[in-house]
């Protein structure tokens, strides 16, 4: 398909936003048949690979605010995908781990991502899938580097 010429025109920052807001559209309403929230993906993938991370870790990895995560994580524990357990070592940290159900929708939300994701470069040659890539994280250590 051929480049529409307002698309040439905009930053490569809009670019990106907009490529992101259809993809994360994408990626909600697939979610959302399984009962998931949108916000709910990236915390079950997480979770689902460090389990065991208080709050604030959880957050701070993320990089959301601690009021949005509370948040979140107070409707995830109430829709039964996760637990907060007490620290065997430190009774005053709060462990969160997935429960049966969190790891299988987890599951489930990695397997929409990898669909929403196939479908978002499927117009790219593998080369072009790879260097969009390598720009991408590029891009993406420099902003880290720069404060974010």
């Known amino acids: 398909m051929k480049p529409d010429l307002k698309h040439e025109d905009m930053p490569v920052g809009m670019l990106i936003h907009h490529v992101t807001r259809i993809h994360m559209d994408r990626i909600r309403t ?4 399984y009962g998931v929230q949108r916000t709910y993906g ?3 993938r997480e979770l689902s690979m460090s389990e065991g ?3 604030k870790e959880l957050a701070e ?3 959301i605010t601690a009021p949005s995560m509370s948040i979140n994580l107070q409707k995830m524990e ?3 995908f996760l637990l907060r357990k007490p620290d065997d070592r430190d009774m ?3 462990k969160l781990y ?3 159900e969190g790891r299988e929708t987890a599951g489930k939300a990695e397997r929409e991502i990898a669909l929403a994701d ?3 470069i499927e117009s790219l040659s593998v080369e072009e899938k790879n260097e969009l890539k390598r720009l991408l994280i590029k891009i993406l250590v420099n902003q880290e580097g720069n404060g974010g």
């Not at 697939?30 to 048949?33: D, G, I």
Request: no cysteine.
């Open 53 to 55: 991370m208080t709050q």
């Open 42 to 44: 990236p915390i079950l």
């Open 98 to 100: 997935l429960t049966d």
């Open 118 to 120: 196939l479908k978002l």
């Open 92 to 94: 005053r940290q709060i």
């Open 61 to 63: 990895n993320m990089r």
């Open 78 to 80: 109430n829709a039964g």
């Open 30 to 33: 697939n979610l959302e048949s």
